[in-house]
């Protein structure tokens, strides 16, 4: 097995970590551009012109400070979710309910939002987000403590959580924590106190500001602390964390609490932020989108940041491409797909191009439902 | 040793006294409602029936490719494709049969993308799930039009004699055609996997590719076969959904079913019947639920209060009970050893 590194001269070596993180981005950025090349042979056949399209699609997300402000709003549910579903995988867990927990964390936020009054924002919206992250924590949880304790996938009981989580939060908007006032008829909470409002800070969300630090945060939580190392362990052999005295019950659980409590996060701040009260049917998807990010970013946790801005870019302008080009916005949804379905088979990519693969760069997934 | 156990008997060799509690009792319940309430115990029963249908469709596709060490989490997607180009083709075509082998070709054409990224490519089994199912979500909501019409779906055909039976008659006996085609497959594949040497195969393949591979069963050939003729099952899934079920489309229209397929196939121990009976279980609970509006004023008056419940809190039942159902009645489960492994000669 010869290495590259073998080869190089003493001046390139410290380049290398520069190559090395090259090396890592091709296999994404490659996905992405044969992702939107397929896209554009989709939107030729049903009768558009691609250029339109992908031009309305940019200037919508990029093209003006409004634009990057719709942007970075649908971004930081995605750094959240990618970020929930990265850590998960981590732990060799692939959660799926980053859907649900996001609910619970929503419905909870916008609870905490409306039904407390006069407190001031210095108070109101670190408790609304906590309760709302916190909610999310104990969704995951379940689906942690039964793949723990009794086997049950977690693959299965996340999506079933998920369709539990959506009549649970509905019951919630449309029953007990229904807006009451007068000529209001739809399912969906009060508006949350203005105090409980996220404000924007030097003109950027705070909820974006929070996502990074989430971001920054959950890398530390992997790469530098004894807890991530053990689950990392978790993640790679099971069997062999287990001789190493790691509590692998104790690990899956713990794993899936900060998952859920990062998309927990995720939907409050949503509520906070953009949407101002919970409203059920409100980011249906972003438990796929997630996985799609987690993948783009080959889990990391950092790299979660620029993989979610990018699909953010596509969900703020895919309503300009619609107005302007008539592709209808879910042409997206496709690409996303194709850009999951390249990264997944990067075998494929590095076949293509004549690349190595690189040891230790592997990702570990999922590993059957066995336990 | 143990291998060969496994391989060389069906799992269902004992006899389950559980079950066969649980099934009496529920038998029993039944005949009980039966005598109270005829007609509405009926229409739960053919409710529960026409429910379960796609999910036992489905978690027989599970099965096929499971069994052969396949995970196959993308049934969900494989559904809604079929679902969606069956009900294209049946537009097209005004015919429902012509519509319904189309579905069938868009299952096994799905089944074979799954099994080149899960089989050549190599990509983890779950995530080549996942991308047929976002693929299938963006995929039909693009190219899906409002104002396309319906032509029709498939009736009811009626067997002479059997149909005028009661209770049973107009359950199992009165049924469009992809419902029969279900019940007939649960006993082909049941015969196929645990009686043929093709099921032998299939089966060694989950468990010991390397086993498998020294007796000359061509691995990989086996998986895909059974991948694809799992698609061209979920396709039929599909397929009963616009073409059967419904009469249209619509967006999601598969809402969670594929995936409750797979809760059954586990609950079902990776066998026809087992699954069945989990199928079963989970269209009872959504009969009940589409149902309850009509019952309310039949159920006993201790019973009332299920009457008065919000209708979100019968529509969680299903997913409450099949999480339950796989944390504590299967509990760990024994999967195909070989699953979600690829297989490499060495």
Not at chain 1, 261 to 276: D, H, K, N, R
Not at chain 2, 332 to 338: G, N, Y
């Amino acid at each position: 097995m010869e290495r590259a590194e073998s080869q190089s001269s003493p001046q390139a070596d410290r380049l290398a970590p520069l190559r090395g993180l090259l090396r890592a981005m091709i296999v994404p950025v490659i996905s992405v551009v044969v992702a939107l090349a397929i896209g554009a042979v989709i939107i030729s056949v049903s009768g558009a012109n691609p250029l339109v399209a992908y031009r309305a699609l940019f200037e919508g997300g990029l093209g003006s400070a409004r634009a990057i402000g719709r942007t970075f709003e649908k971004a930081t549910p995605l750094i959240f979710g990618g970020l929930a579903v990265s850590l998960a995988f981590k732990c060799g867990l692939f959660n799926i309910g980053a859907q649900g927990q996001l609910l619970l964390g929503a419905v909870f936020a916008a609870f905490i939002g409306f039904s407390l009054q006069g407190l001031p924002a210095m108070a109101h919206i670190p408790l609304a987000l906590l309760v709302g992250a916190i909610m999310g924590a104990l969704w995951a949880a379940i689906a942690g403590t039964l793949k723990a304790f009794t086997g049950a996938h977690e693959v299965i009981t996340t999506i079933m959580l998920n369709f539990v989580a959506f009549n649970l939060t509905d019951w919630l908007a449309d029953g007990p924590w229904k807006d009451r006032s007068p000529g209001n008829i739809v399912a969906r909470t009060p508006a949350v106190a203005p105090e409980a409002r996220l404000p924007d800070i030097a003109g950027v969300p705070l909820g974006m500001i929070l996502a990074v630090l989430m971001a920054i945060a959950v890398w530390w939580l992997i790469w530098r602390t004894t807890i991530g190392f053990e689950l990392r362990t978790v993640g790679q052999n099971a069997s062999a964390a287990k001789y190493a005295g790691i509590s692998v019950r104790r690990m899956t659980v713990l794993a899936m609490v900060a998952s859920g409590f990062l998309a927990g996060l995720g939907g409050a701040i949503e509520t906070l932020g953009v949407v101002g009260r919970f409203q059920p049917g409100f980011n249906a998807g972003l438990g796929f989108q997630a996985i799609t990010i987690a993948l783009l970013a080959r889990t990391h946790p950092i790299a979660v940041v620029p993989a979610s801005l990018l699909i953010g870019v596509m969900q703020a302008g895919a309503s300009r491409m619609q107005f302007n080009s008539g592709v209808a916005s879910e042409i997206v949804d496709v690409i996303q797909a194709i850009i999951l379905f390249f990264v997944a088979a990067e075998s494929l990519i590095r076949w293509v191009l004549r690349l190595r693969a690189e040891e230790g760069e592997r990702v570990t997934l999922s590993s059957g439902w066995g336990s | 040793m143990q291998i060969t156990g496994s391989i060389a008997r069906p799992s269902a060799a004992r006899i389950p006294w559980v079950t066969v509690g649980v099934w009496g009792g529920l038998l029993l319940l039944v005949l009980i409602a039966y005598a109270r309430a005829p007609q509405a115990t009926t229409a739960v029963l053919t409710s529960t029936i026409r429910q379960s249908t796609p999910i036992i469709l489905g978690a027989l596709a599970g099965i096929m490719c499971e069994r052969s060490g396949v995970i196959n989490i993308g049934i969900e997607g494989m559904m809604l494709l079929s679902a969606f180009l069956g009900f294209l083709f049946n537009v097209w075509t005004g015919d429902l049969f012509l519509a319904t082998v189309g579905a069938l070709l868009v299952g096994a054409a799905v089944g074979a993308f799954h099994a080149l990224m899960s089989i050549t490519l190599k990509v983890d089994q779950i995530i080549a799930g996942t991308v047929i199912n976002i693929l299938a979500v963006g995929l039909t909501g693009y190219f899906y039009q409002q104002g396309l019409t319906t032509r029709g779906k498939f009736s009811p055909v009626s067997i002479p004699v059997l149909a005028d039976i009661p209770i049973i008659g107009p359950v199992f006996f009165s049924n469009p055609p992809i419902t029969y085609a279900s019940l007939i497959l649960i006993v082909v594949i049941h015969v196929l996997l645990f009686r043929t040497a093709w099921g032998l195969r299939t089966r060694a393949v989950g468990e010991h590719p390397a086993a498998a591979d020294t007796v000359g069963v061509a691995v990989n050939r086996v998986r895909y076969i059974n991948v694809i003729v799992g698609g061209m099952l979920a396709g039929l899934a599909g397929a009963f959904l616009t073409l059967e079920s419904v009469g249209s489309f619509e967006r999601n229209m598969t809402n969670g079913r594929g995936f409750v397929s797979l809760a059954v196939m586990i609950f079902g121990k990776w066998t026809p019947f087992g699954a069945w009976g989990g199928s079963l279980l989970f269209g009872f609970a959504n009969a009940m639920q589409s149902q309850i509006q009509f019952l309310k004023n039949q159920l006993p008056s201790w019973l009332a209060w299920i009457g008065d419940l919000p209708p979100q809190f019968i529509g969680m039942l299903p997913y409450v009970l099949t999480i339950a159902v796989l944390a504590g009645f299967v509990g760990r489960a024994r999967p195909p050893a070989a699953i979600g492994k690829v297989y490499e000669k060495e």
